[in-house]
């Protein structure tokens, strides 16, 4: 069994930055795909960006391209998602998750989900 812990997030305007961080407990990340999902007020979920650990592959959903940034920490049980030019667009609930998974951008796969941390963006 993973437990997944975040960090991070809060309150920024418009152009700043943030980081996130997802710490798994119970086993380490090196077989897993870890994804980070958000969802804003009355809209469904959705992919924002995922890591595959051993390959070390980066997928990035189309909106968050180039100014967001999932990285791996040192350590095989912790994972980051720098937030760069936030909008307020980019203002949801953000959760972690980690699985197995065939389809980085997919909920389906994901086994193991954080307790979600809220990301506000000020005009």
């Known amino acids: 069994q993973v437990q997944l812990v975040q960090s991070g997030g809060g309150l920024v305007q418009a152009g700043g930055s943030l980081r996130l961080s997802c710490g798994a407990s119970?086993?380490?990340?090196?077989?897993?795909?870890v994804g980070w999902f958000r969802q804003a007020p009355g809209k469904e979920r959705e992919f924002v960006a995922a890591?595959?650990?051993?390959?070390?592959?980066?997928y990035y959903a189309d909106s968050v391209k180039g100014r967001f940034t999932i990285s791996r920490g040192n350590a095989r049980s912790t994972v980051y998602l720098q937030m760069n030019g936030l909008a307020p667009e980019d203002t949801a609930l953000y959760y972690c998750?980690?699985?197995?998974?065939?389809?980085?951008?997919?909920?389906?796969?994901?086994?193991?989900w954080g307790q979600g941390t809220q990301v506000t963006v000020s005009s």
């Open positions: 998750a980690a699985g197995i998974v065939r389809s980085p951008s997919t909920e389906s796969g994901y086994d193991y």
């Open positions: 119970g086993r380490t990340f090196s077989s897993y795909t």
């Open positions: 890591l595959w650990w051993s390959g070390g592959m980066t």
